[in-house]
C-alpha cells in the first residue's frame, strides 16, 4: 500500500490526515465525531471550526454536521475561552492537573467535562485552534476519543519563524526554491500559499512570523511605508487568522533611509520622534504587529555603536515607539568584530555575544527581548549553549535556532534538528542556587522576564514540497513542537511528523523514524570533528573546505598544526570563554577531564595523539568518525531504497536524489578531513584504510 501520491502529498506535509490508526477507533468513537459546534465566532474560532470539519471528514471518511452548540448528545464543541464551556473545562482541568509554573497559553481536551461529548478550549482563541490540530493528531495517532482527558500548556510566550527572504524573492540561506511573500520587489499576491503556510505554523502551534531577512537593505527598508503597508497588512490578516502575529525585520538606519534626518543616534530626540510617528503609520496599517527585528552593530549592519551608544540605547528607543501599540523589539545578540585579524589569537569571538550583552542586563526596556543564537558562535552542527542565554536576570531573552539548514547540509543532507535543540534547550542552568533547564531561564518564568520564548530561521520556501527536502519538513514540525515545549522528546516527535506525513504503516514508519534520529550525529560525524565547527567551503557553507575559514577575518579558526588542534578557550590558559558560564558548568568545560568529547576542539587545543572519553586518541576519532560517517550515509540511502514500493513515487525520488547528493558529500568531507590531517600529523590511520 503506498501512502498518498504526488506533489498534493509533498504540499501536504504532515496535514494530509492520512488516517493511521485501527479502524476500531474512529468506528468506535459512537457519533462522537458526526457533529461539530463552536461557541464565539471570532475568525480564529472560525478557522479552527473549518480545520476540526476538515480533518474530521479526512479521517472518518464522513462531513461532520456543524450544529449549535447547545445541542445535546454526541459531538465534538470548540468552547471559546470565557464560554460557559471553555471556562468549566478548563478550570477543572487544570485543578486535576496540580498548578502549573507560569504557563502561558494552555489547551484542554476532554471527553469528560460534558459527558458523551468532546470539548477542546483554551485561555487563548489562538489556543483553541491548536487544541483542535492537537485532537485530530491524536486520532490520527489512534487515541479514541472517549479517553480524552488532556491540559497541555506551555511557558513560552513567543514561538517565531524567522524569514531571510529578500523583496526581489530571493531568500538568504534559503534551499528550497524563492521567497512565498516576495517577488520583483513587492510583497506577494498569492495568497492562498501564504493561508495554507499559517496553517501548517498554526498546526504546531508557532505564534509569530517575520516575514523578511534581518538584512534589512534599504529598499527592504521602505516596507514601514505606504508603498507596503496595505500588502503587509493582507499577509497580517491571514495570519491573524491563525493566531499568528506578523513582525517585520527594520534597519537601525530607517531614519536616514527613509527621511531627510542625517544621522540615526538613538538618543537624538529627531531620532525618537521618528521612530514614534512610523510606528503609528505601521499600526494604523497592523493593528496587532508584533513588533520588529533588529540586526543592529552585526555584520557591518548599522547600530548604535556609531553614535558611541550602547546596545540597550539602540533597542529601546525603537522599543518605546511600540510600546503604546503592544509591540515589542527582537533585539538580536549576534553582535561581534567581523572584521578580525586572524593572527591575533586574544579575541575570541565566542565571547562576544556575552561581553556585549551581560553588563547591560537591566538596562533593555520591558518590550525588548534580546535574541541569542543557541550557542556562542554560530549555528554550527555542534556547539555549547550560549552563556548568555543562562545568565540573563533582568532582560527577557529568546533563544534562536536555525531550522533552516545553513551549515547541516542545506536540505541536500538529512540533518533532523531536535535532538541538537533538545540537548542544549534542556542543558543546565542554575538560577538562585536553584538547578533548572535553559529553556526554563528563557521563558523567563524563573526571573519574572515572561516575554520570553523561542525564534527559528525558517527552511521554507515555494518548493513544492516547501522545504526542498521532503525529510527537511520534519524540523520546521519538530520547531513548533520544541517552541511549545522544550522539553518533548525528539522520539516522540519524529515518531509523530512520520506518523502524520506517511502513516503508521511499516516499515516506512520505524525506518523512517529512526533515519531521522541518527541523522545529526551522522551529519557529525562526516563533517568538523569534536565541536571545532567551521570547516566549511566559504560563502557557500556547503562542502569541507578545512583551512577555508582559518585565514580570514570572521574569528573562526581551529589553529591545527602539525602537532594539534583545537581552540584553548579555558581561564587558566585561553581566552578566557569559559568563565562566562556559571562555575559547575565553567569548572566542567574548564577542566579537559570533565569536558564532553563532543566539544572538546571547542574549548581546548589538544595533542593529536590525546585520548578521548572513548579511549580513542583525537586523531583516530577523526579518521574512524568520517569512515563511519560516509558509510552511515550510504546506509541510508540503502534504508530509503528498502522502502521501494511502499511510498509515493514522488516523495520516494525526491528523497532519493537528495541522499544520493548527501553519500557524495560525506564521501568528499571524508576524503577531504581525513587526508588534511594526515598530511597534517603525519599519524596513519590504525586499521590502515586508504587515506589520500
Ligand atoms: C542573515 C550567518 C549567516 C548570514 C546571516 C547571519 C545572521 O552569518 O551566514 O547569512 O545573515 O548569520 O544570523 O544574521
Not at 461557541?39 to 480564529?44: D, K, L
Not at 538606519?253 to 512610523?278: F, N, T, Y
Not at 549553549?385 to 541536500?412: D, F, W
Not at 579537559?592 to 572519553?613: A, T
Amino acid at each position: 500500500m503506498t501512502a498518498g501520491s504526488g506533489d498534493v502529498t509533498m504540499y501536504d506535509c504532515w496535514l494530509g490526515y492520512r488516517r493511521a490508526g485501527p479502524e476500531a477507533v474512529v468506528a468506535g468513537s459512537g457519533d462522537v465525531l458526526s457533529r461539530v459546534a463552536v461557541s464565539g465566532a471570532s475568525a480564529v474560532l472560525r478557522t479552527a471550526l473549518a480545520e476540526l470539519v476538515r480533518g474530521l471528514s479526512a479521517l472518518t471518511g464522513r462531513v461532520p454536521a456543524v450544529v449549535p452548540e447547545q445541542t445535546a448528545g454526541p459531538l465534538v464543541l470548540i468552547a471559546a475561552p470565557r464560554s460557559a464551556a471553555g471556562a468549566h473545562a478548563l478550570t477543572t482541568m487544570t485543578r486535576t492537573r496540580g498548578p502549573a509554573d507560569g504557563e502561558d497559553e494552555v489547551i484542554v481536551m476532554t471527553a469528560l467535562a460534558r459527558p458523551g461529548q468532546v470539548v477542546l478550549t483554551s485561555n487563548t482563541e489562538a489556543g483553541c485552534l491548536h487544541a483542535v490540530f492537537a485532537f485530530l493528531r491524536r486520532l490520527q495517532a489512534g487515541q479514541a476519543p472517549a479517553g480524552l482527558h488532556v491540559a497541555d500548556g506551555t511557558a513560552s510566550r513567543l514561538r517565531m519563524v524567522s524569514h531571510w527572504d529578500n523583496l526581489d524573492g530571493t531568500i538568504e540561506r534559503g534551499y528550497a526554491g524563492a521567497s512565498i511573500f516576495f517577488k520583483d520587489g513587492q510583497v506577494t499576491q498569492d495568497l492562498h500559499r501564504v493561508r495554507d503556510y499559517a496553517r501548517l505554523l498554526a498546526s504546531v502551534g508557532v505564534n509569530a512570523v517575520c516575514v523578511n531577512n534581518v538584512n534589512v537593505t534599504a529598499e527592504a527598508a521602505r516596507l514601514l511605508t505606504a508603498a507596503h503597508l496595505p500588502r503587509l497588512a493582507r499577509l497580517a490578516g491571514i495570519f491573524r487568522d491563525h493566531g499568528i502575529r506578523l513582525f517585520l525585520s527594520v534597519s537601525f538606519d530607517s531614519p536616514m533611509i527613509l527621511s531627510g534626518i542625517r544621522a540615526a543616534d538613538p538618543l537624538d530626540p529627531q531620532v525618537r520622534d521618528w521612530w514614534r510617528s512610523q510606528a503609528g503609520q505601521v499600526y494604523a496599517h497592523i493593528p496587532d504587529l508584533g513588533g520588529f527585528q533588529v540586526k543592529a552593530d552585526s555584520e557591518s549592519r548599522p547600530g548604535p555603536s556609531v553614535y558611541g551608544r550602547s546596545q540597550a540605547d539602540g533597542a529601546n528607543v525603537i522599543a518605546d515607539a511600540l510600546r503604546p501599540f503592544g509591540g515589542v523589539v527582537l533585539w538580536r545578540a549576534f553582535v561581534y568584530d567581523c572584521w578580525q585579524d586572524w593572527r591575533d589569537r586574544s579575541t575570541d569571538r565566542a565571547r562576544a555575544c556575552y561581553d556585549t550583552f551581560m553588563p547591560l542586563d537591566g538596562a533593555f526596556g520591558e518590550n525588548v527581548i534580546v535574541q541569542a543564537k543557541l550557542g556562542p558562535m554560530d549555528f554550527q552542527v555542534r556547539e555549547p549553549p550560549s552563556p548568555l542565554l543562562t545568565a540573563l536576570r533582568l532582560t527577557s531573552a529568546a533563544i534562536e535556532v536555525q531550522i533552516t539548514q545553513e551549515y547541516t547540509g542545506q536540505q541536500k543532507d538529512l540533518c533532523f534538528l531536535h535532538p541538537q535543540w533538545h540537548e542544549v534547550m534542556n542543558g543546565r542552568a542554575v538560577v538562585d542556587g536553584d538547578v533548572t533547564t535553559l529553556a526554563h531561564v528563557v521563558s523567563g518564568h524563573k526571573t519574572g522576564r515572561p516575554n520570553g520564548g523561542v525564534t527559528g530561521v525558517v527552511n521554507v520556501g515555494d518548493d513544492p514540497s516547501w522545504t526542498g527536502h521532503v525529510l527537511a519538513q520534519a524540523n520546521l514540525y519538530a520547531f513548533g513542537r520544541l517552541a511549545w515545549d522544550p522539553g518533548i522528546d525528539p522520539g516522540t516527535v519524529a515518531a509523530e511528523w512520520v506518523t502524520a506525513t506517511f502513516g503508521a504503516a511499516e516499515p516506512v514508519a520505524s525506518t523512517v523514524t529512526r533515519m531521522l534520529l541518527d541523522s545529526w550525529r551522522v551529519y557529525e560525524s562526516y563533517t568538523a570533528p569534536l565541536g571545532v565547527g567551521w570547516m566549511v567551503t566559504p560563502g557557500t557553507h556547503y562542502g569541507p573546505s578545512v583551512d577555508g575559514y582559518e585565514y580570514s577575518r570572521w574569528g573562526t579558526y581551529h589553529f591545527a598544526d602539525r602537532e594539534g588542534i583545537g581552540v584553548d578557550r579555558t581561564a587558566a590558559t585561553g581566552t578566557g570563554f569559559t568563565a562566562q558560564y556559571e562555575p559547575g558548568q565553567a569548572r566542567m568545560y574548564e577542566d579537559i577531564g570533565s569536558c564532553p568529547d563532543e566539544l572538546l576542539l571547542f574549548f581546548h587545543h589538544v595533542p593529536y595523539r590525546h585520548r578521548l572519553k572513548s579511549g580513542k586518541t583525537v586523531i583516530q576519532h577523526i579518521y574512524d568518525s568520517h569512515f563511519d560517517g560516509a558509510e552511515d550515509a550510504r546506509r541510508m540511502l540503502r534504508d530509503w531504497l528498502s522502502l521501494a514500493g511502499h511510498l509515493d513515487p514522488v516523495r520516494f525520488e525526491q528523497v532519493r536524489s537528495r541522499l544520493e547528493l548527501q553519500v557524495a558529500n560525506a564521501k568528499e568531507w571524508r576524503d577531504v578531513v581525513n587526508s588534511y590531517f594526515f598530511r597534517k600529523s603525519g599519524i596513519g590511520d590504525e586499521l590502515g584504510r586508504k587515506i589520500f
